[in-house]
């Protein structure tokens, strides 16, 4: 199974239910594929460590809605560089100035720095980077435009030509605010007697706990205890993600292969006992259900022009070679917070209307194996 996660930044409830569903992809999945937000979030504090003060103040620029006082001091910053790089021998005045405005920027980058690392831990993205190094895991960049070693163009991501490893093989994992009246013209179905691959589709799967609460040792010894017991719906979820991208009836496989496996998916889930663990604790309860299915491509642009992941261009490119090429479907894996029904609603207003995996221990834990 390979899974391909694609987020964006807005505020923190959207950012703590993408860290959700990374964690969930890496447990299910043989690959997982990451771009977008998540990889600066992940990196973000290894990074930083060894960066300059100028390669730290280009950042801020670039990722960060300055407020204007440090909107102000960085214009200083510049300004105050630029002179006293102009001469050959500066004045003293000039170099007690620059040291101070340095001083003064390397003071407000270590309260930024301090915020976002403070930050990326109440998201649940903290300690993330270490499960790439048991493999299976790679996160990447996007950059409009460009491709390279770590970084993706996001029209090419969209158009299943990256990551490398998953080229027409990737099930997206999308978040409940996808399946909004935004994008689907129409309710998708969800009764496996009656899905096709004319209409969007999707079937429950799988009910799944609050794994914002674990620790990233806990969601690792998750992954390698029920990996075996999961590996028939794994490999058959490769199968069905081909017969997606190749056009050949991607909705019969799913009902003949996949839908069977679902059974032995959540007794799996349901039998584990750090699973069982995170359960009984106050703030690990809250459940997601997952759904699996497909939707015609143009859905899933729509819903990254939506949130700026795309310009108007690229989205009007995208559906002109759509409509003159062999048309195809793509596999999805929705996360939804509305247990068992499956109903399309409108867009949500993030910070009110969803239902987030909180990354707080709110508990005292008590010992449990992971090995």
Known sequence: MRILHYDFSDQLPIDRFFAYQLRVAYILSDVLNAAGFCAFAMTFEEIQASMTVDEKVFMVEKVEKLDEE??????????????????????NN?????????????????TWESGLVDYFKKTGHSGMMSLC??????????????ESEGRLDPVRILTNKCPKNAIDLSIWSMPTWFYVDNFFSKEAITNIKSISDKRPYFIKCLDLPNFNFLTIAEIQAIKNQIGSKIQDFKTKTDSWAQQCY??????????EHIYPTFPTLQEAIDENPIIQHCISQRGGELMISLFLGEVAPPILWKYYL?????????????????????KY?????????????????????????????????VAVRKHIDID
């Open 306 to 326: 939506h949130f700026k992941q795309i310009t108007e261009l690229d989205y009007d490119e995208l559906m002109a070679d759509y409509k003159k090429s062999e």
């Open 133 to 146: 190094d048991t493999g299976g895991f790679e996160f990447f960049y996007s950059d409009e435009g460009k």
């Open 94 to 110: 000039l170099f007690l100035n620059y040291k101070k405005v340095q001083n003064a920027m390397g003071i407000a980058l270590k």
């Open 329 to 361: 479907t793509l596999p999805v894996l929705l996360f939804m917070n509305l247990g068992n029904n499956l109903k399309l609603t409108v867009l949500p207003k993030m910070e009110e209307e969803i239902i987030v995996p909180q990354t707080e221990v």
């Open 70 to 91: 440090m909107k102000e001091l960085v214009e200083l910053y510049y300004q105050v560089k630029k002179q006293f790089k102009s001469l050959k021998h500066p004045p």
């Open 246 to 255: 190749q056009t050949k009836g991607g909705s019969a496989y799913f009902k």
